[in-house]
């Protein structure tokens, strides 16, 4: 229960997954980014940026007088993250690896703080937003994008899936992860001190073909050997229904609506209090 564990792992695969999603998401997250003004020359950090985040996109942002921060918890990650920021190019990003509740960075010292799917992976996920608050300047922004699992289901409807989603769900609570936080992560962005929140909610569907239908999959490989280690269920069984979900998937006539999205951003007020 107490232990701080990152849901989906640090495997390589999760990590080339990660670069695919972040191309497949550069479109929302640039939609983002044009909403909070940010200035070339600005100081941004980009929180649990995993192997390639948004730090490129960041890093064409604030331009080569700006600079982008990556810090990222898992080192084989950051290693991936540092092969990226060299075969791009970002000559003003920087990456540390550090804890993003405790990142031991000087308080106020960035224009944007920014977090993508870390929250909906980790326990205690107030601690990360008191963070990145404390992190951002007086006046600077702070903007979160998270996931919430209430729609990610497919139809027609899978016993598989559910079963699934089931024991994925009572995994995640155990370790204390709240599966569902984006819906409140407004509210844990405003509890943190942040004033002018605005919510921006995003959903998709992946139909056959769409390079993230699988991602539900992907998830349960993840965490596969947890699940059977913490003997939720017996290998044979567990096989059994990732073979009849991904039967299922492999229909035409399946589609696979995706997790709700929530990005939310919000202004540090000038004066403390
Ligand atoms: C789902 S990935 C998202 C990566 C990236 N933000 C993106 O959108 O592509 C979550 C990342 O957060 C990192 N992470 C989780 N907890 C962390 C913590 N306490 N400190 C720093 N990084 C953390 C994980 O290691 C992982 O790389």
Redesign the pocket.
């Known amino acids: 229960m107490g232990t ?1 564990v ?1 849901l ?1 792992g ?1 495997e390589a695969a999760e ?1 080339q997954r ?2 695919r ?2 191309q497949e ?1 550069a479109g929302e997250a640039s939609w983002l980014f044009d909403q909070l003004d940010l200035p070339v020359g600005a100081r941004a950090i ?9 730090l490129e996109q960041l890093s064409v942002r604030v331009g080569s007088s700006g600079t982008v921060v990556g ?4 080192g084989d ?1 950051l290693a991936r993250a540092r092969a990226f920021v060299a075969e791009h190019g970002l000559h003003n990003v920087e990456l540390i690896q ?4 405790a ?1 031991g960075l000087p308080p106020g010292s960035f224009d944007l703080v920014h ?4 929250l ?3 326990p205690r996920p107030e601690e ?1 937003v008191r963070e990145m608050v404390a992190l951002a300047r007086p006046g600077g922004v702070v903007a979160s ?1 998270e996931a919430d699992y209430l729609p990610h289901r497919c139809d027609p409807p899978c016993a598989a899936w559910d079963r699934l989603f089931e024991l994925f769900h009572a995994h995640s609570r155990d370790h204390g992860i709240d599966l569902f936080v984006g819906r409140r992560s407004h509210r844990l962005l405003r509890e943190a001190g942040l004033t002018d929140i605005q919510v921006r909610p995003l959903i998709h569907v992946y139909p056959k073909g769409h390079p993230r239908r699988e991602i539900f999959v992907h998830f349960i490989q993840n965490v596969r050997a947890e699940l059977l280690e913490a003997g939720r269920i017996e290998a044979k069984e567990l096989d059994n229904l990732m073979t009849e979900l991904v039967a299922h998937l492999a229909r035409e006539d399946v589609l696979v609506i995706s997790h709700m999205f929530f990005q939310v951003w919000g202004r540090k007020p000038n004066q403390a209090g």
């Open positions: 701080d990152y989906l640090h990590d990660l670069v999603q972040s998401m980009d929180l649990g940026c995993g192997p390639s985040g948004v810090l990222e918890r898992g990650t550090g804890d993003a509740r990142t977090a993508r799917l870390v909906v992976n980790v990360i994008h």
